[in-house]
């Protein structure tokens, strides 16, 4: 284990954060470890999204309107049925 020292903390941001802890029923300390925990995860998921560009890597959206390509699917089929089960056409 490591040990940090923040400085130049104002004494508000202090008080709010010792708040915080003491609202969790936790110290200052244990508050903090979890704070810093959390956002070394965050950024570990950030730089996953980051290197991961899914199939297009150029940059293009790959967003699919998952309910429109069912029944793009169920038209091609023909099987293209309502919410309830029941043929639409």
Same mark, same amino acid.
């Given at each position: 284990?490591v040990?940090?020292q923040?400085?130049?903390?104002?004494?508000a941001? +202090? $008080?709010?954060?010792?708040?915080?802890a003491?609202? !969790?029923?936790? $110290?200052?300390?244990v /508050?903090?470890?979890? %704070?810093?925990?959390?956002?070394?995860? =965050?950024? #570990? =998921?950030r730089?996953?999204? !980051? +290197?991961?560009? @899914?199939? /297009?890597?150029?940059?293009?959206?790959?967003t %699919?309107? %998952? %309910?429109?390509?069912i029944? !793009?699917?169920?038209?091609?089929?023909?099987?293209? !049925?309502? @919410?309830d089960? #029941? =043929?639409?056409?």
């Open positions: 284990m040990a940090l923040v400085r130049g903390v104002s004494e941001v +202090r $008080s709010a954060l010792a708040s915080e003491e609202r !969790r029923g936790e $110290s200052l300390q /508050f903090l470890l979890d %704070v810093l925990e959390r956002e070394a995860g =965050n950024a #570990r =998921n730089d996953f999204v !980051r +290197r991961y560009r @899914g199939p /297009f890597s150029d940059g293009r959206d790959t %699919v309107d %998952v %309910v429109e390509v029944h !793009r699917d169920r038209r091609r089929d023909g099987s293209a !049925r309502d @919410g089960g #029941r =043929n639409d056409r």
